[in-house]
C-alpha cells in the first residue's frame, strides 16, 4: 500500500491527457474534412456530366 502513495502518476496524467485532446481535434476535423471531400466529389459530378 505504501508503494501506490510513492508512485508519480503525473506521466499517466500527462499521456491521458494528450489523448484526449488529440481525439477531441480528431472528432472535430473528421466531420469537416468528410463534409469538403463530399463537396469536391459533388463539383466533380457535375463537372463530368456538364462535359458529357
Known sequence: MELAVCFD?????LAWSIFLGT?????VMAPLAVARLVAISRADSVGRLQIA
Open 9 to 13: 502518476h503525473s506521466g499517466i496524467d
Open 23 to 27: 481525439t477531441a481535434v480528431l472528432m
